[in-house]
C-alpha cells in the first residue's frame, strides 16, 4: 500500500521494556500539541496501552477539574495479521497533521519495524546502564570498549539504509539516556564514552533524557505533564528541575517548524 505522509514521524522504539518508552511518547506528543501542532500519537502496544491510558486520564481530569489541557489524538494498532496494513493507512491520512508520535512495543515484531521504517526522528530510550547499552553495542568486560553493534543497531542501520534508498529521506536516529542518576558517577562515564564511540561508528545522536523521578510515576493517573503549570497544585522545585530536563530532551529532537515551550 502506498503511503504519503506530509507530517513529520517521530517513532519511539526499543525491544527491552522499561524504559521510559511510554512516558517519553506522552511528554513529547502533549509538548507539541501545547506548542500549537497538529498531532497524533499512534499506541502499537495494543496490550499494555500504557500511553493510550495516560492520554485517557488526561481527558478525565481535564473533565473533572474544568480544564483545558491539550490532548494529541490517539489510535491503537493492535499487531496481528493486518496490523501493517492498518498503521500504512493511519499514515495515508495523516496529511493534516505536523506530527505523529508512534509509541511502540518492547519486542520485535512486523508492525514494530513497519514503523521504524516509516521514522524521521527515531528515538531509542535506554536506561543509563550497560544492560540496555547491550541492545545497541557489546562491550569488552574488562576495558567497557564497544567491540561491535548489537543485533537491534543493525536493525536500525537496515531501516536507515531501505528508507534512504526507496524514498530518498534521511532518519535522524537519537539514543535518549533515560534514567540518569546523580549516583554512581563511574559507570555514567563509562556508559556514556561507550555510547559516544558507537555513535561515532553507526551514526546516531545522544541525548540526556528524562531522570528518575518519582513526580512521572505520580502523574499518570490525573494524566498530566510536567509542562501543565496551571494544572499542578502541588508544583515544587523538583518539578521545575525535571521541566528544564523536559525542555532540553525537546530542543535537541531538533523537531521541524520549531517547539515553543517558553511559557
Known sequence: MGIIVTAHVIVLA???????KSTTAVHIGVALALAGHRTALIDLDSRQRTSTRYLENRWHHAQRHGLTLPVPDVAVVADGDGAVDELALRFSQASVLDFIVVDSPGRDSALARAAMARADTL??????SFVDFDLIGEVD??????NKPSFYAELVWEARTARA???????????????????DARN????GAALDGLAKRIGFRVLPGLSERVIYREFFPRGLTLLDRAALTDFSLSHVAARNELRALI?????????????
Do not use: C, H, Y
Request: net charge positive; no cysteine.
Open 188 to 191: 555514567k562515564q563509562r556508559v
Open 141 to 146: 568486560g574488562e576495558t567497557f570498549a564497544v
Open 123 to 128: 528515538v531509542t530510550p535506554i536506561n543509563d
Open 251 to 263: 530542543a535537541g529532537l531538533n523537531l521541524p517548524g520549531g517547539v515553543d515551550l517558553a511559557a
Open 165 to 183: 534508498r526507496e524514498q530518498g529521506k534521511q532518519m535522524d536516529w537519537v539514543v535518549l539516556r533515560n534514567r540518569l542518576s546523580a549516583l
Open 14 to 20: 526499543n525491544e527491552k521494556g522499561g524504559t521510559g
